[in-house]
Every structure is written in structure tokens, then in C-alpha cells.
């Protein structure tokens, strides 16, 4: 009887993205992907044209982002039934992806031009371990509103790379032009010779409500902060 209502087991599925908060860092994310595929352009315009020099540089880059996640959890109220407060741990898999899209000209000190439609993406899936604690406003009602604040840490591996294709044109003649470029961020870590962590922090920060279906089983909802905008739904039964 001591254990009676103190314990809950959770299942939950998210969908997740940065577009929401894109505006703390879209440009020199887009400024810095653009310079470095036009740094990549002009090496393969130079394969064939060794003497040109950069000019007047354009990009029209648009940023992306979206990802889900899943997870499943043990929560404990301390005070069983009544307790407005619990502590959850959990342990969750989080998709990933981040694309930016569009063209780029580089224009050559010499009157030429090249000019691609491009591809830069960062794809991942970490695995993450975490813990939270939820305050629960009205915990005996049906409705329960909540809040939510926790941490977690998250395995960092995944890919990222870009693609472009268009044209070059000097005179009134015209070079096809294409390249592209796939590393998984420990070959890109290598090759930058910058040390990038293993792991790396998660922080939770939600407003939710949880339904009482029958007596035990609850269906709840949020949204919030997870390392970017997360919504969610899930199923709790508590024993």
C-alpha cells in the first residue's frame, strides 16, 4: 500500500522544430553555409578556369527544420495520489533535420558567373536520458493543468553535407557545374580538426494538462521548449 499511486508509466510521441525560434540565429547560420559552399564553387569552377577570383557574392538561402520524438518514462509522486508534485525519468529517441535551400551566384572579377541551386542539410537521430519535474495545479480534478522543467543528455552523431547544380558562364559559352559533400560529424570533426562533444545537453521547459480517461489511465498534452519547440501527447497509467 505504501507504493499505492506513487508510480507511473508514460509513453509519448512529439513533433519538434526550430522554425519558431529561427530568428535567434538564421542569419549567420545562412551567411556561414552560403560562404562555405560558395568557397566549394569556385574550387570546382577553378578545376577548369584556375585564374578567376571572386567578386560580388549573392545568396538566397532559406532556412528549415523539422524532426519528431518518442520516448518512454517512469514518473514517482512522493506523495502518492494527492501529491501535486512528481519527478519522471525517461529515456528518448529524437529525429532531426535541418535543411537550407536555395540559389546561390557568385559573380568573377573577370565578368564570368556561376550560378547553382543548392542543398545543405544536418540529419540526426540522438538518444537522449533525461529527467523532470512536473508540478500539477489541480491534482485531484479530471483536467489537470501542469508544469514542466527538466534536463537530459543526448549521444551526438549524425551527417550533414550540401549539393549544388547549375551553370558557369564566360563569354557566351556555358559549363555545367555540380558538386556535393556528405561527412558524419566525427569525419567532419577530423578534417576541421575541432573537437565537438559526444554529448550534449537537453533542457525541457513545458506548459500541459493531463486528462483522466478511466481510473489510472490519462491521456496528456503539451507544449513547450526542448532543445526547440516541441508539442506533445501521451499516455500514463498509474499503479
Known amino acids: 500500500?505504501?507504493?499505492?499511486?506513487?508510480?507511473?508509466?508514460?509513453?509519448?510521441?512529439?513533433?519538434?522544430?526550430?522554425?519558431?525560434?529561427?530568428?535567434?540565429?538564421?542569419k549567420s547560420l545562412l551567411d556561414e553555409v552560403g560562404e562555405e559552399i560558395r568557397d566549394e564553387l569556385t574550387k570546382e569552377v577553378q578545376k577548369k578556369h584556375p585564374y578567376v577570383l571572386q567578386g560580388i557574392f549573392e545568396q538566397q538561402l532559406s532556412f528549415n527544420s523539422e524532426g519528431s520524438n518518442y520516448g518512454i518514462g517512469l514518473r514517482f509522486y512522493p506523495r502518492g495520489p494527492r501529491g501535486a508534485f512528481s519527478i519522471g525519468f525517461s529515456l528518448e529517441?529524437?529525429?532531426?533535420?535541418?535543411?537550407?535551400?536555395?540559389?546561390?551566384?557568385?559573380?568573377?572579377?573577370?565578368?564570368?558567373?556561376?550560378?547553382?541551386?543548392?542543398?545543405?542539410?544536418?540529419?540526426?537521430?540522438?538518444?537522449?536520458?533525461?529527467?523532470?519535474?512536473?508540478?500539477?495545479?489541480?491534482?485531484?480534478?479530471?483536467?489537470?493543468?501542469?508544469?514542466?522543467?527538466?534536463?537530459?543528455?543526448?549521444?551526438?552523431?549524425g551527417t550533414a553535407g550540401y549539393a549544388y547544380s547549375g551553370k558557369y558562364v564566360f563569354d557566351t559559352l556555358e559549363d555545367s557545374i555540380k558538386g556535393r559533400d556528405e561527412k558524419t560529424f566525427k569525419e567532419a570533426e577530423e578534417e576541421s580538426d575541432i573537437n565537438l562533444p559526444n554529448i550534449f545537453p537537453l533542457f525541457q521547459l513545458c506548459l500541459g494538462a493531463r486528462v483522466e480517461i478511466v481510473r489510472g489511465l490519462s491521456f496528456r498534452a503539451e507544449a513547450g521548449l526542448w532543445d526547440g519547440v516541441m508539442l506533445r501527447g501521451g499516455l500514463g497509467y498509474r499503479f
Open 93 to 157: 529517441k529524437t529525429r532531426i533535420e535541418i535543411a537550407l535551400k536555395g540559389p546561390l551566384k557568385q559573380t568573377y572579377a573577370n565578368g564570368t558567373s556561376a550560378t547553382v541551386e543548392s542543398t545543405a542539410y544536418l540529419k540526426a537521430s540522438p538518444l537522449s536520458t533525461n529527467m523532470n519535474f512536473r508540478w500539477d495545479f489541480m491534482p485531484s480534478w479530471r483536467v489537470t493543468p501542469y508544469f514542466v522543467i527538466g534536463f537530459g543528455l543526448a549521444s551526438l552523431e
Open 1 to 26: 500500500d505504501g507504493w499505492l499511486g506513487k508510480l507511473e508509466v508514460e509513453v509519448h510521441y512529439s513533433s519538434w522544430g526550430l522554425n519558431a525560434v529561427k530568428s535567434l540565429f538564421e
